[in-house]
């Protein structure tokens, strides 16, 4: 596996576009309508918010996608079109405008929002920005995409991979937003990926469900689900690789490659996460189920307490054993080993559910990286998951307090 | 049932007193030992921590309640002696002075730690300090005892109630700390009660046990709940009232006082909550069931985002049915109204899932005071819960970042 530059119009086929049209009324003219095009019938797999308040754009593409086929997705930010007026009429509206430009079948089309939840949406606006985006498709136009899903996004977020199956070269290109499971007023984590591999649906469909599974659904920012979650994969088979129907070789060279592209954009939206000064990865190992390491993981990384500890890199593994005990889940915390280890070194402070002694200041090293890892040893088991935060800090309570003063 | 001044030395037969040992040894003379003692033996229950990392004081005292009896409560301050060296050694010690000093028995003793996690407890401070504190032992000292508790708390937290039980007299008095489920290094939310009532065991723990259930356990200060929690009632029966042996008018009584004692303590904890500038109500009605009530009206009052949005005073509904939907409870958003209140007035912003027009002006002058209900309604069925929390501010972050700059 390769990784390369790239990103949603990377693998052959694929088309994409970002332009501004006007629902960011006023953020001048940054980008807020992402058009994403196969030349050809896509096979294709989604995975959707669990909120039970969803919307309207997550239930017109939950429908059209039934069919496991797709032709196009287009994406606007800036507002959710979530428990807003008229949200039906408009995802509509944005799914009928986009199969009449392209000249695809409706339920070929694939709707996403992120933004507000609440108002309105700019119909208008988006109406008479798609035939706009739809002009300015190109192989080049991933990156332009990549903007236009951005809310309070402070960086775009793409990756590609090129693998070879059978000798034919498959590349598998990825984008995503979102700084927090849900933002301000601003919902959604929105994941496109495409490839250009020959893939049953099923399979694909699969291998999307694990590796959203295992990455997305393994990062928290703020603990809140968004009403808007999206993950689309599409794979329109023109590098003409034999198909992979079943499990094999082949099977796991590209769900190896989809796995990446998930976990590398996951990582890149827990590092964005609002207000964050720093990534937080819990490792847990030797647990004696994927389960109770899974929940135990997440039960560290969204404690505000551990968060705020790692904004003060200060080294509180009181907090982290605190965490693991109201997890919901049995172990002995006498068997527990936590340490915190970064490009700057590792140290262990807490075995045996007691403190060690530690230097201090090589903990503050440590902790003063960007990029920190809580170690977590229970001593049960084989089973190890990683889940992946950031710190908790004045910017993610300024960014959502919007405080009126 | 008539509110009067006092806490745990009001009832008939208690004393209590609070003092400075030594454990906060940085605080200048900040009171960090209380014992409360009856003078004679009281039917006793409790109710602990449910993490599975429990403080070696939790053990010990979960130990000594078994027989329903207790004398005496010593507390301290300073250290949770959780996942402390020589832990259970100390608690014990706690326990065996304490006892020496009283002359009771060594399982009529319960003890109770909160302060900082995984250091060692200063023993020979507390050892030294029982004998003052015995000595100080006055009918006048439940204040002394209620200080003594604290950690960060900002303010003491006591109340007293007066009843009659068959033309006798009984007072219910208790005191609180706690300013976040669990703090900084700080653990725990404590809760001592006294009675003179005479009360059947059986039935004095079923009322703490449904009392705390719906008081203490539907506050959030920031969903962690620590390793010491410890919520006490002692009844030593000297109001000599006929003894509350099943349910009646009495036991009616009886237990709307100690849910008031309950309930208005719990609400103390949530407005002192860590940085809270305001306290947060969440009314859950017209639902099916109290535990989808309950589950619903903690996902709200525990969302990062809600609480942020009150800091910011800002009428953020779409959080709050973002909250209700990721609670895992099914209901119907298209039934849902969500409306704002404080002393300033009342506003619906929401309803059947979509946003009203609201007067801007008059949603700021609601959440602009510093006390704050979210009124959710459901119009499923006819349960209602109410949960308490408080928002979430820059000090939140600024105490428990502990930021080292």
Redesign the interface.
């Given at each position: 596996m390769k990784v390369i530059n790239g990103g949603v119009s990377s693998a052959k086929g694929f088309k994409a576009a970002g332009i501004h049209c006007g629902v960011k009324a006023d953020s001048g003219d940054k980008k807020d309508l992402a058009l994403i095009v196969s030349e050809c019938m896509c096979s294709a797999a989604a995975t959707f918010t669990?909120?039970?308040?969803?919307a309207a754009p997550v239930y017109l593409s939950m429908n059209n996608i039934k069919d496991g086929q797709a032709r196009a997705i287009v994406c606007n930010s800036g507002n959710a079109n979530?428990?807003?007026?008229n949200g039906e009429e408009h995802a509509a509206a944005m799914c009928r405008k986009t199969a009449d430009v392209l000249g695809v079948e409706l339920n070929d089309v694939l709707v996403a929002s992120t933004g507000?939840?609440?108002?309105e949406i700019n119909i208008d606006a988006i109406i008479s920005g798609i035939p706009e985006a739809a002009a300015k498709l190109s192989e080049e136009g991933g990156e332009d995409a990549s903007y236009a899903m951005m809310t309070t996004d402070l960086v775009n977020k793409q990756v590609c991979v090129e693998i070879e199956l059978d000798g034919k070269k498959v590349t598998v290109g990825g984008a995503a937003k979102g700084s927090g499971m849900?933002h301000?007023?601003m919902?959604t984590m929105l994941c496109f990926i495409t490839t250009d591999a020959d893939v049953d649906n099923d399979i694909l469909s699969e291998i999307l469900k694990e590796s959203v599974r295992v990455t997305f659904n393994r990062i928290s920012v703020?603990?809140?689900?968004?009403?808007n979650d999206t993950c689309i994969i599409m794979a329109n088979g023109l590098a003409g690789n034999p198909k992979i129907a079943s499990k094999g070789a082949d099977y796991e060279i590209f769900k190896e490659a989809v796995g990446f592209v998930c976990k590398t954009l996951a990582v890149k939206i827990a590092k964005d996460g609002e207000g964050a000064t720093k990534l937080i990865t819990c490792k847990v190992k030797g647990a004696s189920s994927e389960a109770k390491a899974e929940t135990i993981s997440m039960s560290v990384i969204k404690?505000?307490?551990v968060k705020?500890?790692m904004?003060?890199?200060?080294a509180?593994?009181?907090?982290v054993?605190?965490?693991?005990?109201?997890?919901g889940?049995?172990?002995d915390?006498l068997k527990v080993t936590v340490g915190f280890s970064s490009k700057a070194g590792s140290i262990d402070v807490?075995t045996g559910?007691?403190?060690l002694e530690f230097d201090e200041d090589k903990a503050?090293e440590i902790l003063a990286e960007e990029e920190i890892t809580i170690d977590i040893t229970m001593q049960e088991g084989d089973w190890e998951v990683t889940a992946w935060g950031c710190d908790?800090?004045?910017d993610?309570?300024?960014i959502?307090?919007?405080?009126?003063t």
């Open positions: 669990t909120n039970k308040v969803k979530a428990c807003a007026p507000v939840i609440g108002h849900i301000p007023n919902g703020d603990g809140d689900t968004s009403t404690s505000p307490l705020t500890a904004f003060g890199e200060d509180n593994w009181g907090r054993l605190c965490a693991m005990g109201y997890s889940e049995e172990f915390p807490c559910g007691k403190g503050s908790l800090t004045y993610y309570v300024k959502n307090g919007d405080y009126r």
